[in-house]
């Protein structure tokens, strides 16, 4: 990579890393106190009619916050997690289900009168055509609320909600390009451990990074991916001077239809010394954290040479650790500051 690039991408990196630590983290009430009064307009012109309000936290990233609003007949969410705060709203109760805050109780709902029996089920409200998808900027007094109608493959591809999610904008771009998800991968021989291995400890460890990047061709016209003849990598993630290659596992060129969409799978170039460059501390998160920023496109795209960061599916919160051997085995695991919701389901139905 030229030095002149080099540098450029430096920049971009620290402006987008240390741009979201300039001002205090609001608190959760100031952020539920935001989203109740747009849940209660959708109350108020009788978008939302059932007693309860389901409000799922999909993710939070350094500078927004995303929720997923629908209609309830139950406190609890239709994935059997209990609310960790409820706002009551005229005869209507607004049940916050959020990612990082421990859950409130079935005694603790009943003695407050927000149900009339402790012994109550999930959330089991069919689809409706009224359910919503709220972002909101951390810092800024502004918020973004669309209804969900099904028209797109993921979340992240609604143009509305493009500016929140981590990466860049496909705005402007040649092709819409997605990094979906972020594994990591170890040899066979740790099959009989992999529940023991320390995550932030991948370093001494890991065999490479995989996944998936989502690929959308938004014109009538074909879109025609092939090697850049300049830069010697299609995809990679980037750290001021240092770069880790995601390697395709398909052959290029690629040709994608008019409007139509394809999966590329990836695997990274060995990143142990990538990785030596970051914090031993939290290790996982400093890596992720550069999926999410700083991912960027090196193809060629109808001939032309690109570099641009691409968008994060920010609301995987699920990631992978899978060995290399045949039929793989895998373990997941969730981001920092995230519970586990496969016990948080297990806990809801045994105490039912």
């Known amino acids: 990579m030229t030095n ?3 540098k ?16 205090p983290s609001p608190s959760l009430e100031e952020i539920h106190i935001r989203v109740a009064r747009q849940v209660e307009a959708l109350i108020d012109s009788n978008y939302l009619q059932t007693p309860y309000v389901e409000i799922y936290e ?3 990233n350094d ?5 997923y609003i629908k209609e309830s007949d139950s406190p609890a969410s239709s994935g059997a997690e209990l609310p960790s705060r409820v706002i009551k709203y005229k005869d209507r109760y607004l049940c916050f289900i959020e990612l990082d805050e421990p859950e409130m109780s079935r005694t603790e709902l009943f003695e407050k009168g927000i149900v009339p029996d402790s012994n109550f089920h999930e959330n089991l409200t069919i689809w409706s ?3 919503w998808l709220l972002a909101l900027r951390k810092y800024k007094n502004e918020f973004t609320l669309i209804k969900d109608t099904l028209e797109y493959n993921y979340t992240f591809e609604y143009p509305e909600l493009w500016s929140y999610f981590s990466g860049d904008s496909p705005q402007g771009k040649p092709a819409f390009m997605a990094l ?3 594994n990591i991968i170890v040899s066979r021989q740790y099959d009989s451990i992999l529940y023991d291995l320390n995550i932030d400890s991948m370093k001494n460890y890991i065999k490479s990074f995989s996944g998936d990047i989502y690929i959308k061709n938004m014109t009538d016209s074909l879109l025609l991916l092939s090697n850049n003849p300049i830069i010697d990598m299609s995809f990679a993630v980037v750290n001021g001077a240092d770069t880790l290659k995601l390697i395709l596992q398909k052959s290029l060129p690629i040709v994608v239809e008019p409007y139509g969409f394809k999966y590329l799978p990836y695997k990274t170039e060995p ?5 030596q460059k970051l914090p031993n501390q939290d290790n996982w998160m400093s890596m992720y954290k550069l999926f999410c920023d700083s991912t960027f496109c090196f193809l060629d795209i109808n001939h032309i040479p690109q570099e641009f960061r691409i968008l994060h599916n920010d609301i995987q919160i699920t990631n992978f650790l899978k060995t290399d051997s045949v039929p793989s085995r895998t373990r997941y695991f969730h981001n920092k500051g995230i ?4 016990e948080r389901m297990f806990h809801f139905f045994k105490n039912k």
């Open 4 to 6: 002149v690039l080099m």
């Open 271 to 275: 990143p142990q010394s990538f990785l």
């Open 339 to 342: 519970y586990n919701k496969e």
């Open 58 to 60: 999909l993710l939070p």
């Open 63 to 67: 500078s927004n916050i995303f929720y």
């Open 8 to 23: 450029k991408l430096f920049y971009i990196i620290i402006f987008f890393l240390l741009g979201g630590c300039i001002s």
């Open 129 to 131: 055509d009224d359910n």
């Open 180 to 182: 979906l998800e972020q």
